[in-house]
């Protein structure tokens, strides 16, 4: 059973530095895996914000978060991390963290919102 677990979301002022961690379980970063960051703000649609795709590691950013966030992945404590840097007040939203190991989802660049499997989320608010 795969079980992903976030923490490290909360309240900062814009500007600001959080690290959310993703404490990953019962799955296996193999041939075709995705891991990502995707956030929901009220109203809105969910979104990727961060992703790497298993084979080259190669990782893919929003345009709004690219240069201030960092998406990263332990291998050997299986976490997936995103270090997010110069937080701004549209940042605000819920964070959850996905994993995937389609052929479908992995052509597509682990870009979509169709990963299998999700963590319950965890809240980042940003104040001006």
């Known amino acids: 059973q795969v079980q992903l677990i976030e923490s490290g979301g909360g309240s900062v002022q814009a500007g600001g530095s959080l690290r959310l961690s993703c404490a990953v379980s019962?799955?296996?970063?193999?041939?075709?895996?995705?891991m990502g960051w995707f956030r929901q703000a009220p109203g809105e649609e969910r979104e990727v914000v961060a992703s790497?795709?298993?084979?080259?590691?190669?990782?893919h950013y929003a345009d709004s978060v690219r240069g201030r966030f960092i998406v990263s992945r332990d291998k050997d404590n299986n976490t997936l991390y995103l270090q997010m840097n110069n937080l701004k007040p549209e940042d605000t939203a819920m964070y959850y963290c996905?994993?995937?190991?389609?052929?479908?989802?992995?052509?597509?660049?682990?870009?979509?919102?169709?990963?299998?499997?999700w963590g319950q989320g965890t809240q980042v608010t940003v104040s001006s």
């Open positions: 996905a994993a995937d190991r389609t052929v479908t989802t992995w052509l597509a660049g682990c870009r979509d919102k169709t990963f299998a499997y």
């Open positions: 790497i795709k298993a084979g080259s590691d190669s990782t």
């Open positions: 019962g799955y296996t970063y193999s041939r075709y895996a995705c």
